[in-house]
C-alpha cells in the first residue's frame, strides 16, 4: 500500500511561538533551557499534528532553531576560525553568532552571508569554507531529535541536507574548490548516518536539491563519489530527495545513483513522472510530490490522482510514497485557524495540515478506499466554485491589461539628461546619504497598530500618533544630516501586506505566518483575483512628511516583482499577467505622489533576482516580463523626478544587463555582508546610474564604526565612479532597536562626510601623467 510522508515541516509555530522564544532569549529575558523547552513542545506538537492529519512517516531533524542550512555547517563543525572559541565554550551563544553577529565583552563578530534559499523568500546562512576545512562530528542533533519522535511513538525519517548540495550552497572564503573537500566531508556524514541506523532510522531522507539546477561534469562527478561512498557505509536506507523542479538533464545521473528511494516535484514539472519511471531502478521506492509545499492552493486531487494512477501502473504500490512537492515550510500551518477569512476563499485554501490531509485521500484514493469518492466530489466543487467566481475575474482589469503598448513602458528622456534636470532639483552633495525606508517599528508603534485594529484606539488618536513618530523620525534625520529623508513607515505592518490591504484581488490572513530567516516572520497576502487599485495607498503620509522639512522626502512603494514573488499568487493564469496587474496599479500611484510634490520615489524590487527560473534556459523570458513591469510602474512620470529601486541578496553577476534595462536613476543594494563582494558585477558591466552599495549589514544587531563604512566605500570606489555612489544601509530598519539604529547612522553619515572631503583633495590634487 503506498503511504503518506511529509519532507519537512514549519517550525516557527501557528502562533509564533519560536520567534517569542528566540527574542526573549536574545534579549536575556530567558535562558536556554526556556528556549529549548519551546523548541521540543513545538516539535512534539507539529509531529502529533501530521500524524493526526494522516501522516504515516514523519520528519525528524528539519527543526531548526534558526536555519537547517547553518544547523549542517554546525553539527559538520564547519565553524570559521573567528567564532570557534566562542562556540567550544557556549555552542548555543557561538551558532547565534554565525547567525546574528556579536558584539560585547570584547567580541566583535559579523554575521555570517545571508542569501535567499533557491527561487523561494526563505534565507539561509551561508557556510563559510576554505581550502584547508576540516569537518568532524560536532553534537548528535539528528540522533537526538530522530530518539526523541521514536520514544513518542512516531514513525519518524530523520531530514539531512546532501554533502553535495552542501558544498555548493558553500562559500569558499578563498577562492578554492568546495567540491574538492568532498573527500573530507563524507567520512562525517557515513558517521551520523551509522549513529542514525544504530538509533534505530530504517530511513533517512537526503535533500540534494540543488539536482534541479544546470549542473556540469564536475558537479556530476562529486554526487557520483559521494553516493559510491555512502553506499558502502552502515546506515539507513537512503531516500535522495529533489523538489523545485525537474531533474532534466540530471535525470541520467540520479538514475545511476546507489540510494534506495527518489523524491520527485510533481508540482513544478509533472512532466518529468514518464521519465522518471523509465529510469527508476528496480525495487527503488518513489515519492511522488504531488500537493503544492509552496503555495496555499487546494490541489486538483483529480490530477494528482492521475499521476499517481500512472506510476502506480508502472511499478505498483507497495514502492510508491506521497509527499508534497517541497517541505512544507514555506506554507502556515493551519487554515481552520482562520475564522475571519470569507467562507468561499476559506474553502480554496489549504495549508500545511489540510496539504498532509490532501496527501491522505490520495493515498487512500490509490489504495482502493471506498470512502474517498464523497471526498473528491467536495474537492471538485470546491475547484468549480473557485473557477467560476465573479471575484477572481475582473473585466475592467483585463481590458486594462490589453490596452498596454510599448510607450507605457518608456521614460521620456535617457539617463544622462534627467540626472542633470534631477540635480538641478535636488541639490544633492557628493555620496549623498539616504535609508532604504523603514524606521524601528518599535513595541510602542506595534501596540498602537495592534489597539488601532481591535478597536481600542479610535483612528483619529492613531493618526495623531503615527503623526508624531513621523515628525519625530524626520527631525531626527534632519539632525545627523541625511540628505535624502523617509518618513519611517510607522503607518505599515509589512511591505507587501500594507499595499495588498488596499488593492483588489488580494486577502488577509491572521496567523498565516511563514518563517522569512531566523526570528523573522511575514503574513504573504493572498492573490486570489485581479488586481487593481481603488484608491491612492501611500501619498497622504508621504505628503505630510514632505510639509515638515525642505530637503527631499523619498515616497516608498514596493515593486510589482516583489509583491508577486512575496505573496501567496493565484494559480489560475500565468504570473506574468498578475504581475503586470500588480504594475499597473502602481503606476497609478507613482503619478499620484508625483503630482503630490514628492521629487524622489523608490520602488523596490528586492525580489527580482530570486524570481529567476531555476534553470538558465527560462531566465530570459522571465527577466522580460519583469524588468517591463518595473518599467510600467515608473515610467509615468517626468524628467525631474527620481526613481530609485532596491535589492537585497542579489548576485547580478549573471542578470546585471536586466538590472540595467530596468532604467533605475538610482540603485541600492545589499553589499556589506559579502563585504563588496557583489560590486563583482560592475567590474566589467558600466552601470550608467546612481548606486548605493550598503555599508552595514540592518540584520544583525552589530554596529560597524566610521572606519569600517569609510573601507567599504573606498572598495566601492575601486569600480564605481564617486560621482555614482550613494551612502545606505543594506536594507531598511524596521527590525532594529533605536539606540542601534541612530548609532549606525551617525557613523555612517560621518563616513559620507570623511568621503566628500577626501573627494575634494583627489579633486583639487589629480595624479600625476
Known sequence: MSIVTNLGFPRIGAKRELKRALEAYWRGESGAEQLQAVARELRHRHWQLQKAAGADIVP?????????????????????DAYRKLADRDPLAGYFALARGAQKDGIDLRALEMTKWFDTNYHYLVPELHARQSFRLRGDKPVVEFLEAKALGYDARPVLLGPVSFLLLSKATDGSDRLALLDRLLPVYAELLAKLKAAGADWAQIDEPCLVLDQDNDDHAAYRKAYDALAGADRPKLLLTTYFGALGDNLALVASLPVDGLHVDLVRAPEQLEAVLDALQPAQVLSLGLVDGRNVWRTDLDRALALAQFARARIGSERLQTAPSCWLLHVPIDVTLETALPPDLHAWLAFARQ???????????????VS?????????????TRRRSKKVHRPEVAARLAGLDAAATKRTSAYEQRRDTQQLR???????????????????VREARARNKSGRLSDADYDRFIAVETEKCVRFQEQIGIDVLVHGEFERNDM???????????AFTRLGWVQSYGSRCVKPPIIFGDVQRPAPMTVRWSQYAQ??????????LTGPVTVLQWSFVRDDQPRAATCRQIALALRDEVRDLEAAGIGVIQIDEPALREGLPLRRADWRTYLDWAVECFRISAAGVADGTQIHTHMCYSEFNDIIDSVAAMDADVISIETSRSRMELLDAFVKFRYPSGIGP???????PRVPDVAEMVGLLEKAREVLQSEQIWVNPDCGLKTRGWPETQAALVAMVSAARAMRSWNRRDAAFPPCS
Not at 426 to 436: A, D, E, K, V
Open 372 to 384: 474517498t469518492r464523497s471526498t473528491l466530489e467536495v474537492a471538485r466543487d470546491r475547484l468549480d
Open 496 to 506: 507587501v501586506e500594507y499595499f495588498g490591504e488596499q488593492l483588489d484581488g488580494f
Open 694 to 700: 550598503g555599508v552595514y549589514d540592518i540584520h544583525s
Open 547 to 556: 510639509s515638515l522639512t525642505d530637503r527631499p522626502m523619498k515616497g516608498m
Open 426 to 444: 535636488l541639490g544633492l552633495p557628493p555620496f549623498p546619504t539616504t535609508t532604504i525606508g523603514s524606521f524601528p517599528q518599535t513595541h510602542e
Open 355 to 369: 496539504k498532509v490531509e490532501e496527501l491522505r485521500v490520495l493515498a487512500d484514493a490509490l489504495n482502493g478506499l
Open 60 to 80: 525528524c531533524n528539519d527543526f531548526s532553531l534558526y536555519d537547517h542550512v547553518l544547523d549542517t555547517a554546525f553539527w559538520l563543525d564547519a565553524i570559521p
